[in-house]
């Protein structure tokens, strides 16, 4: 069976010191968990790793881009017709 655990607030998981940790706070791991994963994803740490998983050339970085922002302006008119 699972535990009821008292809502624990954010600054009580906060480490001193630490950017990316999280303090379990009466034994409330999900909280910690949940804690963590919100600041994983708002460092954007995990993007980076997925970015340098393979190397893409500078020359295709900015071909993406391009077309990105050629798509971008595209869809931006398409509304302004609208």
Not at 5 to 11: D, P, Y
Request: no cysteine; hydrophobic share 35%; proline share 2%.
């Amino acid at each position: 069976m699972s535990k009821r655990f008292k809502k624990v607030r954010r600054e009580a998981m906060i480490v001193p010191g630490r950017f990316r940790a999280a303090k379990v706070v009466n034994g409330n791991i999900e909280a910690a968990l949940r804690f963590f994963k919100r600041q994983m994803k708002d460092s954007d740490v995990l993007q980076e790793v997925r970015d340098r998983q393979e190397f893409i050339k500078p020359s295709a970085v900015k071909r993406r881009q391009k077309q990105q922002a050629i798509r971008k302006e595209y869809i931006r008119r398409l509304r302004e017709e609208n």
